[in-house]
C-alpha cells in the first residue's frame, strides 16, 4: 500500500503522535489536547487516512487469542516463481506479513499458529509443496528485545 505523496506539517503529525499514545481518543479530546476544533481533527484525520499516510486499527495480543506459535519462515525459491510463491502464502489466514527479499532468500514470512504442530503442519503441507519452493527455513522467536505497534507514517 503506497501513500500518495502528502506533506504533512505539524499539526498533522501532533495528531498521529497524540493517537499512538492512545489510539482511542475521540477527535472532541485530540482537538482539545492541541487546541483546535473536533473538525479540525476529522478534516486532518480524513486527509491523512484517504492519502494513505495512516491507518488506524487495532493490535491483537495473539497469545491472548489463542494464537501461541509465531515463526519466521526464509524461502528459497525460484526467482522466476517468487512472486507468485508470495502471492500464495499471503492468501494463508496465518500469514501476518510476507515480502519479497534480496540476498540467500526470495521470500520472507511470517505465520501466527494456534500451536507448534499446526505451524509444522501448514509448513510442510501447505508451504513447501507450493511450485517453486526449493528450501524453507525456521526460525521461532523465544523472547522479543522490540516489537512496536505504533503507527508508522511517512513524509
Request: glycine letters at 6%.
Amino acid at each position: 500500500m503506497k501513500a500518495d505523496n502528502v506533506k504533512l506539517d505539524e499539526l498533522d503529525a501532533a495528531i498521529i503522535d497524540l493517537l499512538r499514545q492512545n489510539g482511542r481518543m475521540s477527535n472532541r479530546e485530540v482537538g482539545r489536547a492541541l487546541q483546535v476544533s473536533e473538525g479540525t481533527v476529522r478534516q486532518r484525520l480524513k486527509k491523512l487516512i484517504d492519502s494513505k499516510s495512516m491507518r488506524l486499527g487495532m493490535v491483537t495480543d495473539f497469545e491472548a487469542s489463542g494464537l501461541a506459535a509465531g515463526v519466521i519462515l526464509r524461502i528459497s525459491a525460484l526467482p522466476t516463481r517468487a512472486r507468485k510463491i508470495a502471492e500464495e502464502i499471503a492468501q494463508l489466514d496465518a500469514c501476518t506479513f510476507v515480502a519479497l527479499t534480496f540476498g540467500q532468500f526470495e521470500i520472507i514470512a511470517v505465520l501466527v499458529n494456534k500451536s507448534r504442530t499446526e505451524a509444522a503442519e501448514m509448513i510442510d503441507k501447505r508451504i513447501k509443496t507450493i511450485q517453486g519452493v526449493q528450501a524453507v527455513e525456521v526460525q521461532e522467536p523465544v523472547s522479543y528485545a522490540k516489537h512496536r505497534y505504533d503507527l508508522v507514517y511517512t513524509t
